[in-house]
């Protein structure tokens, strides 16, 4: 069976192009142009996935995600705007998406993060007997990778797809050293220069946040990749 994809949309050009893309990638796509139509069409045409522009007509993108969430709490949601501030990009995350995809985009790198989120929200669901393992508890922090959240002693703190998937990684290496090449492959694909850099950003940030943790610490293991220590 087909993956259903929900694209809402407001630029006819642009909807035409990406909706072209992704049905010849083998996906089905239903395209809403009006974030008025959005919730109903969503219960009805039962999507693995949504797209949503943020500039939307009579309902933006953020509050559809809001909407979207309430009713199915483990839906993938992708988030296209030509919005590119760190406090937009927040606010995307903290609505409800779980990846921001910035104007313009390669239509590739669409497919990637599509397929990524649909193998990780596939991996992490399934059952109530698997709830627990969406979980991972370490110290006073949890961190819930399917919704990108990392909660610690300070509060909820919402995370990129990346942000989340290194996170989840050095947790499953906890104590242990998780090369940088395992995680770049892994994540981004490849181990260029460009996203080398990308990763030392997203690690900073994270140690950041879980800066004030008595007894976590990430280490960087020079050369090689990084440490997360839990005592």
């Known amino acids: 069976m087909k993956v259903k994809v929900l694209y809402a949309e407001d630029e006819p050009f642009l909807a035409g192009i990406v909706s072209d893309g992704l049905e010849s990638s083998g996906y089905t796509v239903q395209v809403v142009a009006d974030g008025k139509d959005v919730l109903e069409i969503f219960k ?34 992708i988030f296209l705007s030509a919005k590119s501030l760190t406090a937009d990009v927040i606010k995307g ?34 059952s109530e007997a698997n709830d627990t393992a969406q979980v991972y508890r370490f110290g006073n922090c949890r961190l819930y990778p399917v919704q990108q959240i990392l909660k610690t002693s300070s509060g909820e703190h919402p995370l990129s797809f990346k942000e989340s998937a290194l996170m989840e990684m050095m947790l499953q290496k906890k104590n242990d050293v998780l090369e940088r090449t395992d995680a770049l492959l892994k994540i981004w694909g490849d181990d260029s220069y460009y996203n080398t850099r990308s990763m030392d950003v997203f690690m900073t940030h994270l140690r950041k946040l879980l800066r004030d943790e008595p007894g976590i610490r990430i280490l960087n293991i020079r050369g090689i990749g990084f440490k997360l220590i839990v005592d």
């Open 44 to 77: 009805q045409f039962k999507p693995d996935i949504c797209i949503l522009d943020i500039m939307l007509p009579s309902k933006d993108g953020h509050v559809l995600a809001t909407e979207i969430r309430k009713a199915h709490s483990e839906l993938p949601i």
């Open 93 to 126: 995350f903290k609505s409800g998406g779980n990846d921001y995809l910035k104007k313009p985009f390669s239509m590739d790198e669409l497919l990637v993060r599509i397929e990524a989120l649909l193998q990780r929200f596939k991996r992490n669901s399934g």
